[in-house]
């Protein structure tokens, strides 16, 4: 059963908290990407990744932090510098140079009170 | 700057009717479009993409209009059923050394029984 799994799919957090959000795939794809989903705008591009051991800033990358130790794994953590941190998360991965055919996974529902 | 929107943020149809989504773009350099379907707490779903050198693409009840002169594109749902029911949104990519995606703020599909 491939694809994307993302977890857990609600977290609640404190403010002044760090959170780490998970995403792991098995479709073997070489890049990953974070997306942030607020109502009324479209998805904006936090952090992605092209390759094991290597990430790239997107958009929006004030007050998120990456990591690409392995080529399944791309976890997110939501730093307490973020100023409006609840927000639905999306992870995403595709083929190397292939950002136009994403799988994504079902999403994380971050809920800071 | 470049935008992806979309015409009317929500669209009320009778099940068995044609539905109509309307999305504007503003850069001219796109290569393609993707249109996706997003289910309530899920991830998007790719629904049906065109490139920039067509005019019309037709999938599975689905049709996919290019207007390049007025940069518009529609997706078109015939015989619109209730598991249609979910937000909508255009994306455009712009191919490079990175391909960039941008995502459309997206229109919610409501199907009346």
């Known amino acids: 059963d491939g694809g994307i799994t993302q977890s857990p799919k609600y977290l609640f957090r404190k403010e002044g908290q760090n959170v780490t959000l998970s995403c792991e795939q098995n479709?073997?794809?070489?890049?990953m990407y974070w997306y942030r989903q607020d109502p009324g705008q479209g998805l904006r591009l936090i952090y992605y990744?092209?390759?094991?051991?290597?990430?790239q800033k997107g958009d929006i990358a004030e007050g998120y932090s990456v990591s690409r130790e392995k080529k399944e794994s791309f976890p997110l953590t939501v730093t307490s510098a973020q100023k409006n941190p609840t927000a639905f998360y999306l992870c995403?991965?595709?083929?190397?140079?292939?950002?136009?055919?994403?799988?994504f996974g079902p999403g994380t529902r971050l809920t800071v009170l | 700057g470049e935008s992806v929107g979309l015409h009317l943020p929500t669209l009320s149809v009778q099940e068995g009717d044609n539905s109509i989504i309307n999305c504007a773009y503003s850069?001219?350099?796109?290569?393609?479009f993707i249109w996706y379907k997003q289910e309530s707490g899920k991830g998007p779903q790719f629904i049906i993409d065109?490139?920039?050198?067509?005019d019309k693409r037709q999938g599975q009840r689905v049709t996919v209009l290019l207007n390049k002169t007025v940069k518009h594109l529609s997706l078109q749902i015939a015989a619109t059923q209730p598991g249609d029911s979910a937000v909508y949104f255009c994306?455009?990519?712009?191919?490079?050394?990175?391909?960039?995606?941008?995502f459309g703020t997206g229109t919610k599909l409501q199907v009346i029984p």
């Open positions: 995403a991965s595709s083929m190397w140079k292939s950002a136009d055919t994403q799988y």
């Open positions: 479709l073997n794809h070489d890049a």
């Open positions: 990744s092209q390759i094991v051991n290597d990430f």
């Open positions: 850069n001219s350099a796109s290569d393609y």
């Open positions: 065109i490139r920039s050198n067509m």
């Open positions: 994306a455009e990519v712009v191919s490079g050394g990175y391909q960039k995606v941008t």
